[in-house]
Nanobody
Framework: QVQLVESGGGLVQAGGSLRLSCAAS????????MGWFRQAPGKEREFVAA????????YHADSVKGRFTISRDNAKNTVYLQMNSLKPEDTAVYYC??????????????????WGQGTQVTVSS
């Protein structure tokens, strides 16, 4: 079991940056593949990025590739999402997700067993 708590969301102007953090409980963080998803109003939750349990492999959705970067610090039990060049269409609630020994190329909600409560990101034009 792992509990996830996101932070770092907020209001930012288009072109700006934010860094989201997701702190995980437990002593087995290093065995979890971690992911970020987002859900905009009226839309389904969508995959953003994932990172392998060692941090050596990452996978980003085409919509954020080159602008967002997922990373992790296993010593701090934390995964990050650095978001640059933000656009109004990035506005959404961002969720952290975890799956023990999962694939870093997993992109579907069902691939992840544990979820945080989400943090709101709003990008103004």
């Amino acid at each position: 079991q792992v509990q996830l708590v996101e932070s770092g969301g907020g209001l930012v102007q288009a072109g700006g940056s934010l860094r989201l953090s997701c702190a995980a409980s437990g002593r087995t963080f290093g065995s979890y593949t971690m992911g970020w998803f987002r859900q905009a109003p009226g839309k389904e939750r969508e995959f953003v990025a994932a990172i392998s349990w060692t941090g050596g492999s990452t996978y980003h959705a085409d919509s954020v590739k080159g602008r967002f970067t997922i990373s992790r610090d296993n010593a701090k039990n934390t995964v990050y999402l650095q978001m640059n060049s933000l656009k109004p269409e990035d506005t959404a609630v961002y969720y952290c997700a975890a799956q023990r020994w999962g694939s870093f190329r997993a992109t579907m909600e069902v691939d992840f067993s544990f979820w945080g409560q989400g943090t709101q990101v709003t990008v103004s034009s």
